[in-house]
């Protein structure tokens, strides 16, 4: 059972960066597709960006974090990390790390066997 930790949440102004972590344990990170989900106040929690399994070669950004946001994975270490740079009001909210074996489709929340407890990152404007 594959178990995830997010950390690196905080206030930043808007413009500002911040980079966020998600810990595996219970488990190898390189089996699986990762991927980075975020719930802004009062709406629905939405897919941000996936990495693929193994050495994370496919990477897919949703238009919205194109361009601001890296993700990236340390495999040695077990840890997959969001660099956001450029941040808006509109990112802030609730930051989630998933991770599946196997995806069907990348988007897909339901797809997704494991889930961290998320971290709270607010940007002031």
């Known amino acids: 059972q594959v178990q995830l930790a997010e950390s690196g949440g905080g206030l930043v102004q808007a413009g500002g960066s911040l980079r966020l972590s998600c810990v595996a344990s219970g488990g190898t990170l390189s089996s699986n597709d990762m991927g980075w989900f975020h719930q802004a106040p009062g709406k629905e929690r939405e897919f941000v960006v996936l990495i693929d399994a193994g050495t994370g070669g496919r990477i897919f950004y949703t238009d919205a974090a194109k361009g601001r946001f890296t993700i990236s994975r340390d495999n040695a270490k077990n840890t997959m990390y969001l660099q956001m740079n450029g941040l808006k009001p509109a990112d802030a909210g609730v930051y989630y790390c998933?991770?599946?074996?196997?995806?069907?489709?990348?988007?897909?929340?339901?797809?997704?066997?494991?889930w961290g407890q998320g971290t709270q990152v607010t940007v002031s404007s």
């Open positions: 998933a991770a599946a074996p196997a995806l069907s489709s990348w988007s897909n929340q339901a797809d997704y066997d494991y």
